[in-house]
């Protein structure tokens, strides 16, 4: 089986920082893309940021570039969000998702999600 939990978040100030980590483990082969999406009243369930660790390809939401850094440490199975300059806007449940190959023989790609950290950014 395959574990995915994240950790980091709380309460921030607008304008101060906050770093999110997710860990994947337990039966992995490969993983193809982690990715932080995050949850807000009304707005649903929006991608913020993704990472392909093979190919080193980062994307992120239009409302984060400049402010929000994605990035993994592929032998740990981990990947952090580096949040900056936070905005109330930036509130809400965020979730960490990662696509894997569990076995090398077996070419089947699964996605896993964590269980949500709450990202809270208020005075």
């Known amino acids: 089986q395959v574990q995915v939990v994240e950790s980091g978040g709380g309460l921030a100030q607008p304008g101060g920082s906050l770093t999110l980590s997710c860990v994947a483990s337990g039966t992995i082969y490969s993983i193809k893309r982690m ?65 894997l190959q569990k076995l090398e023989d077996v070419i089947q790609i699964e996605d896993y999600w964590g269980q949500g950290t709450q990202v809270t950014v208020s005075s």
């Open 35 to 99: 990715s932080w999406y995050r949850q807000t009243p009304g707005k649903g369930r929006e991608m913020v940021a993704d990472i392909f660790p093979t190919m080193h390809m980062t994307n992120y939401a239009e409302s984060v570039k400049g402010r929000f850094t994605i990035s993994t440490d592929g032998a740990e199975n981990t990947v952090s969000l580096q949040m900056n300059s936070l905005e109330p806007e930036d509130t809400g449940v965020y979730y960490c998702n990662v696509l």
